[in-house]
Protein backbone atom coordinates (compact mmCIF):
# COMPACT_ATOMS: atom_id res chain seq x y z
CA UNK A 1 0.00 0.00 0.00
CA UNK A 2 1.19 3.70 -0.54
CA UNK A 3 1.77 6.49 1.06
CA UNK A 4 -0.64 8.88 0.45
CA UNK A 5 -2.16 12.24 1.43
CA UNK A 6 -5.54 13.32 1.72
CA UNK A 7 -7.66 16.63 3.03
CA UNK A 8 -9.78 16.50 5.63
CA UNK A 9 -11.92 19.37 7.20
CA UNK A 10 -13.76 19.15 10.62
CA UNK A 11 -16.84 20.84 9.67
CA UNK A 12 -18.72 24.12 12.41
CA UNK A 13 -20.78 21.30 13.60
CA UNK A 14 -17.87 19.44 15.03
CA UNK A 15 -15.48 22.19 15.83
CA UNK A 16 -18.68 23.64 18.11
CA UNK A 17 -19.15 20.34 19.82
CA UNK A 18 -15.49 20.74 20.93
CA UNK A 19 -14.28 17.70 19.73
CA UNK A 20 -11.16 18.66 17.45
CA UNK A 21 -9.13 16.51 20.17
CA UNK A 22 -11.28 13.52 19.68
CA UNK A 23 -11.54 13.71 16.03
CA UNK A 24 -6.87 14.12 16.16
CA UNK A 25 -6.91 11.09 18.15
CA UNK A 26 -8.84 9.04 16.12
CA UNK A 27 -6.59 10.12 13.14
CA UNK A 28 -3.41 9.78 15.49
CA UNK A 29 -4.23 6.14 16.54
CA UNK A 30 -4.43 4.84 13.33
CA UNK A 31 -1.73 6.00 11.48
CA UNK A 32 -2.70 9.27 10.15
CA UNK A 33 -0.01 11.76 10.40
CA UNK A 34 -1.38 15.76 10.75
CA UNK A 35 1.24 17.53 8.41
CA UNK A 36 -0.51 20.45 7.71
CA UNK A 37 -3.16 21.98 9.82
CA UNK A 38 -4.98 25.46 9.94
CA UNK A 39 -8.32 26.56 11.46
CA UNK A 40 -10.30 29.28 9.00
CA UNK A 41 -13.89 30.75 8.83
CA UNK A 42 -14.82 30.19 5.41
CA UNK A 43 -16.30 32.62 3.09
CA UNK A 44 -19.10 31.77 0.90
CA UNK A 45 -17.03 31.91 -2.33
CA UNK A 46 -14.23 29.62 -0.27
CA UNK A 47 -17.31 27.21 0.38
CA UNK A 48 -18.85 27.62 -2.85
CA UNK A 49 -15.25 27.27 -5.13
CA UNK A 50 -14.49 23.92 -2.81
CA UNK A 51 -17.85 22.03 -3.45
CA UNK A 52 -18.23 23.57 -6.92
CA UNK A 53 -18.57 19.51 -7.68
CA UNK A 54 -22.23 19.51 -6.38
CA UNK A 55 -23.06 22.32 -7.64
CA UNK A 56 -26.29 21.11 -9.62
CA UNK A 57 -27.34 19.47 -6.54
CA UNK A 58 -30.14 20.36 -4.51
CA UNK A 59 -28.30 20.37 -1.27
CA UNK A 60 -25.99 22.80 -2.67
CA UNK A 61 -26.78 26.28 -1.03
CA UNK A 62 -27.33 24.88 2.26
CA UNK A 63 -23.72 22.97 2.26
CA UNK A 64 -22.37 25.87 1.48
CA UNK A 65 -24.20 28.10 4.02
CA UNK A 66 -23.61 25.15 6.69
CA UNK A 67 -19.95 25.12 5.93
CA UNK A 68 -19.67 29.47 6.31
CA UNK A 69 -21.95 29.19 9.42
CA UNK A 70 -19.07 29.13 11.90
CA UNK A 71 -14.97 28.03 11.96
CA UNK A 72 -13.99 24.66 10.51
CA UNK A 73 -10.21 22.94 11.06
CA UNK A 74 -8.66 22.08 7.62
CA UNK A 75 -5.72 19.65 7.78
CA UNK A 76 -3.95 17.48 5.71
CA UNK A 77 -3.29 13.83 6.81
CA UNK A 78 -0.59 11.47 5.77
CA UNK A 79 -0.12 7.89 6.07
CA UNK A 80 -0.19 4.42 4.33
CA UNK A 81 -3.65 4.31 2.27
CA UNK A 82 -4.93 8.05 4.23
CA UNK A 83 -7.36 8.40 1.49
CA UNK A 84 -9.08 5.25 2.06
CA UNK A 85 -8.36 5.10 5.61
CA UNK A 86 -10.05 8.74 6.51
CA UNK A 87 -12.76 7.42 4.55
CA UNK A 88 -13.70 4.59 6.85
CA UNK A 89 -12.85 6.70 9.99
CA UNK A 90 -15.15 8.88 8.86
CA UNK A 91 -18.17 6.70 8.22
CA UNK A 92 -21.27 6.92 5.87
CA UNK A 93 -22.45 10.67 4.72
CA UNK A 94 -25.17 9.82 6.64
CA UNK A 95 -24.36 9.41 10.16
CA UNK A 96 -27.62 7.51 10.77
CA UNK A 97 -25.88 4.81 8.43
CA UNK A 98 -22.43 5.06 9.40
CA UNK A 99 -20.77 2.31 11.05
CA UNK A 100 -20.64 2.36 14.99
CA UNK A 101 -17.42 3.57 15.94
CA UNK A 102 -17.41 6.07 12.93
CA UNK A 103 -16.29 9.55 13.54
CA UNK A 104 -19.77 10.64 11.62
CA UNK A 105 -22.05 7.75 13.85
CA UNK A 106 -20.10 9.21 17.17
CA UNK A 107 -20.00 12.91 16.43
CA UNK A 108 -22.34 14.02 13.72
CA UNK A 109 -26.13 14.91 14.15
CA UNK A 110 -27.56 14.95 10.64
CA UNK A 111 -26.54 14.33 6.84
CA UNK A 112 -26.00 17.57 5.91
CA UNK A 113 -24.19 18.09 9.69
CA UNK A 114 -21.74 15.73 9.35
CA UNK A 115 -18.48 16.52 11.21
CA UNK A 116 -15.86 15.96 8.66
CA UNK A 117 -15.54 16.05 5.25
CA UNK A 118 -12.47 13.76 3.43
CA UNK A 119 -10.95 13.75 -0.26
CA UNK A 120 -12.75 10.71 -1.93
CA UNK A 121 -10.06 10.16 -4.38
CA UNK A 122 -6.61 10.57 -5.54
CA UNK A 123 -7.19 13.14 -8.09
CA UNK A 124 -9.39 15.06 -5.65
CA UNK A 125 -6.60 15.01 -2.58
CA UNK A 126 -4.38 16.44 -4.43
CA UNK A 127 -6.80 19.52 -5.61
CA UNK A 128 -8.41 20.06 -2.33
CA UNK A 129 -4.71 20.17 -0.37
CA UNK A 130 -3.89 22.83 -3.06
CA UNK A 131 -6.93 24.49 -2.45
CA UNK A 132 -5.92 25.20 0.89
CA UNK A 133 -2.47 24.69 1.53
CA UNK A 134 0.62 26.27 -0.59
CA UNK A 135 3.12 23.24 -0.85
CA UNK A 136 6.01 24.79 1.50
CA UNK A 137 3.03 24.44 3.83
CA UNK A 138 2.84 20.90 4.12
CA UNK A 139 5.53 18.78 5.97
CA UNK A 140 6.27 15.53 5.27
CA UNK A 141 5.40 13.45 8.18
CA UNK A 142 8.22 11.00 7.40
N1 LIG B 1 -24.81 16.55 1.66
C1 LIG B 1 -26.01 17.03 2.10
N2 LIG B 1 -27.15 16.37 1.71
C2 LIG B 1 -27.12 15.27 0.94
C3 LIG B 1 -25.88 14.78 0.50
C4 LIG B 1 -24.73 15.44 0.87
O1 LIG B 1 -26.07 18.02 2.81
O2 LIG B 1 -28.18 14.72 0.62
C5 LIG B 1 -23.58 17.26 2.06
C6 LIG B 1 -22.90 16.55 3.22
O3 LIG B 1 -22.37 17.54 4.09
C7 LIG B 1 -21.77 15.81 2.51
C8 LIG B 1 -21.41 16.78 1.39
O4 LIG B 1 -22.65 17.32 0.99
O5 LIG B 1 -20.70 15.54 3.41
C9 LIG B 1 -20.73 16.15 0.21
O6 LIG B 1 -21.47 15.07 -0.26
P1 LIG B 1 -20.77 13.70 -0.66
O7 LIG B 1 -21.79 12.85 -1.33
O8 LIG B 1 -19.51 13.99 -1.42
O9 LIG B 1 -20.44 13.02 0.76
P2 LIG B 1 -19.10 12.77 1.56
O10 LIG B 1 -18.00 12.53 0.55
O11 LIG B 1 -18.83 14.01 2.39
O12 LIG B 1 -19.37 11.58 2.43
Known sequence: MAIERTLSIIKPDAVAKNVIGKIYSRFETN????IAAKMAWLSAQ????FYAVHKARPFYADLVKFMTSGP???QVL?????IAKNRDLMGATDPKKAAPGTIRADFAESI???AVHGSDAPETAQVEIAFFFPAMNVYSGR
Do not use: H, R
Open 78 to 82: EGEDA
Open 31 to 34: GLKV
Open 72 to 74: VMI
Open 112 to 114: DAN
Open 46 to 49: EAGE
